[in-house]
């Protein structure tokens, strides 16, 4: 008995001293979170190109993928690695998303009740998504397949909004695709830093990811969106 709880306590310590040793990390998600909130919502608010890259969701995602991967870059264990690639991309969504839907309110000029029935949903996505996306983001860190196979996931993921965008007009497109192509840069330069890229692997990857994401996200995703959506936020 004593000694389970000597080893409780032990842990505890343990991911108090994870969260010490983070330099702040999960103040710089909030702050980064809050600012690409607001800029996503002023950008929805400009008619036009940058209206859908607003309102779109994969670049922004993109973000908190790219620090949820720097913030958890140079720890020793995996568990360590996941934990903060995971808080920081949990705090970096719920920061981005309230600021985004408080601003809403005050550029609609509805009610706080309409903007959390707005926000309410995507709040509850990120319990399951941060940590499937902090797990992501820390076997991205690792050499080999997994390391590369992690690593395309971001890229697949945008692909099917980079269709979609084409798809609404060549300006919306194009822009949408400077925007994901300047984050893709981002992230490669932070890997290579660190570790090399089986390219083949990843663009492979990529491609198979890629057409199951687009498969999904017009078969489920968008029906989902359309139909389900009202639903869910009069719950």
Known sequence: MFLKMNLSISQGVSVLNIFKSSNGVWLKACIVGVVFGILAQFLRQIPGALMYLGASTAPW???????SFSTSRGVHT???????ATVSILTYLVAWIVSYYLLFVVRESVTLADGWNNAAPWLFLTIPASPIIGTIAALSHKRGLLG??????????????TIDSLSKGLMDGILFIITISLLALLLIKFVINERRINVF???TSIVILGLLGTALYFLVWTPLLVNGYSKLVGW
Do not use: N, Q, Y
């Not at 995996?78 to 903060?84: E, H």
């Not at 395309?152 to 692909?159: D, H, L, R, T």
């Open 78 to 84: 995996l568990r360590k690695t996941i934990l903060i």
């Open 201 to 203: 692997t990843m663009l």
């Open 148 to 161: 590369d196979l992690s690593l395309a996931i971001p890229f697949a993921w945008s692909i099917p909004e």
């Open 61 to 67: 995602v993109f973000v908190g993928f790219l620090l």
